[in-house]
């Protein structure tokens, strides 16, 4: 069935599917760094860790399955009572610890349901330093309860020794009360064509993200598919130019398409083939168009205040 004109939903069609699959990556011994650069590796993380290389990753981007009854693609997530979740959370976390720089971030996706058993976990391991919230558009409502319309990001380090590029993130907001000095010159704003506008120091709770839906061109099919700006906001944070980001939960590949756009280098490990060609698609894509949704000039902008592009 043919798409709607403006529906935007990235596929693929049988010779793109033959012709990435011989792009994706399968390791059965240990390897170095330089193999895995830049690569999707298509394949069950508990089996891919132990042939990956220590201590290389800079940052690393942990979105696991939450702990829901979810189906993706092929596999099937089922959901766990809290304790048996932080085992299994645990046990995926300490065998990736190794991986790690000593200098090294980690970032946990989660939801509400999950993110006590996540933080009790991380707290053992390694140094926690904040959540992250943010509102997220989608989600169904419900007759007996809060619709959730949020989810949470942990902000953890290895170490006291780490990368946090605070002017990198910096909002630009509209102006609602624009102050003036005694001169009547603009106090902390700027009025520029467009409207007054100020850059504002990056918070932990996230209202201007747009889940991906059909009409934008970073849609795939993926079930929970993260926008790519929530990715270029931890990983402009938390690396410099030609950190290294490591997913082994990849998904659709938006963390390893936000890196390459931002000039990182990067690895997704992700065991359904059909997201790795997904992934595989838009990086051919993102080595010409570097556009990320709400990012432009080195600016993070407000949602709905940036314009769009076609």
């Not at 709770?205 to 929970?224: I, Y």
């Amino acid at each position: 069935m043919a798409k709607a004109k403006r529906n935007r939903t990235i596929t693929l069609c049988q010779k793109e599917r033959t012709q990435l699959k011989k792009e994706l990556l399968h390791i059965h011994k240990p390897t170095t760094v330089s193999l895995v650069e830049n690569r999707i590796i298509n394949q069950d993380i508990f089996e891919a860790l132990d042939f990956l290389p220590e201590g290389f990753a800079d940052l690393l981007i942990l979105d696991p399955p939450y702990n829901l009854n979810k189906t993706f693609n092929s596999t099937n997530f089922k959901k766990k009572s809290p304790e048996e979740y932080a085992d299994w959370f645990e046990n995926c976390l300490v065998a990736i610890l190794p991986k790690l720089k000593k200098t090294a971030t980690v970032y946990v996706c989660c939801d509400w349901y999950s993110a006590t058993a996540v933080y009790l976990v991380l707290q053992k391991h390694l140094k926690v330093r904040n959540r992250i919230t943010w509102e997220r558009e989608k989600g169904r409502g419900a007759k007996r309860n809060w619709k959730s319309a949020s989810e949470d990001i942990w902000f953890a380090t290895v170490s006291n020794s780490y990368t946090f590029n605070v002017d990198a993130i910096k909002l630009k907001r509209k102006v609602i009360a624009p102050y003036t000095d005694e001169k009547g010159r603009p106090k902390d704003w700027l009025d520029v064509p467009g409207g007054r506008f100020r850059l504002t120091y990056p918070s932990n709770f996230w209202n201007d993200l747009t889940v991906p839906f059909w009409s934008m061109p970073e849609n795939t099919e993926h079930p929970t598919q993260k926008p790519e700006k929530l990715l270029a906001k931890l990983i402009l944070a938390s690396t410099n130019e030609n950190g290294f980001v490591f997913d082994p939960f990849m998904g659709s590949g938006t963390s390893c398409v936000a890196a390459g756009k931002l000039n990182r280098k990067f690895v997704g490990v992700e065991i359904e083939t059909e997201y790795c060609l997904l992934a595989a698609k838009r990086l051919k894509s993102a080595q010409t168009d570097k556009n990320i949704q709400g990012y432009c000039e080195g600016v993070f902008w407000e949602r709905n205040t940036l314009k769009p592009r076609r």
